[in-house]
């Protein structure tokens, strides 16, 4: 399997204008997270979805920031519009869920997209 | 609230041992895990704990302390490559929030 994949690894963009991040999840997989990461703030758990539905997103900053998964094998994550203090890396993981008391949990992690918003 | 504390940086050298500490304070736990993280890159999963006890995986043991809300991670003969910031994470609560300490860097030096 390639993976959690996550695209643009990079992306550039000016305040106002909008920004879609896109992740892949690892096939088979039935949970998946966004997260935000700052050296400020650390990992963020944004939104998570299990079998496609949001489940939690309370972690959403505002209402600038919406997710979607329309399929098992594609998810987005857009910033409408994008502020410079939204600039981070954005990652997307996948997990295979299993009850708490059973398994790791272990989360498997895209390369991330690095946002800078000037 | 719910927290994690780990030192937020660590140097040791080449072929040494190293300890990185976890408190927890949670609603509720599973389990400890820990995670590594190269540069920014992808966090990559080390270990588990879900009871009290030490788990050893290659030159990395993870230890647990239920009782005492406490764990840490233990590298052995380090090497260079493994500089890198590395994150304590409880599952806790029946949902799937993982709650994440803020990391340690940690710098390997010759």
């Known amino acids: 399997d390639a993976g959690v994949i996550q695209s643009p690894r990079h992306e550039v963009t000016e305040m106002g204008q909008e920004v879609t991040l896109r992740c892949k999840p690892i096939s088979g997989h039935d949970y998946l997270f966004w997260y935000r990461q700052t050296m400020m703030r650390g990992l963020e758990l944004l939104i998570y979805f299990n079998n496609n539905v949001p489940i939690d997103d309370s972690g959403m900053p505002e209402d600038r920031f919406s997710a979607k998964m329309p399929n098992a094998s594609f998810s987005t994550l857009k910033i409408q519009p994008s502020e410079p203090r939204d600039s981070a890396v954005y990652f997307c993981?996948?997990?295979?869920?299993?009850?708490?008391?059973?398994?790791?949990?272990?989360?498997?992690f895209g390369e991330g997209s690095r946002l800078t918003v000037l | 609230g719910q927290s994690l504390e780990q030192p937020s940086e660590v140097t040791a050298v080449e072929g040494a041992i190293v300890q990185i500490n976890c408190t927890y304070q949670t609603s509720g736990f599973y389990g400890l895990s820990w995670y590594q993280q190269h540069d920014g890159g992808a966090p990559t999963f080390l270990s588990y704990?879900?009871l009290d006890g030490l788990e050893e995986t290659g030159r990395f043991s993870s230890f647990l302390s239920r009782s005492d809300s406490y764990g840490y991670l233990l590298l052995q003969e380090l090497q260079m490559k493994d500089s890198a910031s590395y994150f304590c994470?409880?599952?806790?609560?029946?949902?799937?929030?993982?709650?994440w300490g803020l990391g340690t860097s940690l710098a390997v030096n010759p």
């Open positions: 993981a996948s997990s295979f869920g299993v009850r708490p008391t059973e398994g790791t949990g272990e989360l498997f």
């Open positions: 994470a409880v599952k806790a609560g029946n949902n799937r929030k993982l709650i």
């Open positions: 704990n879900a």
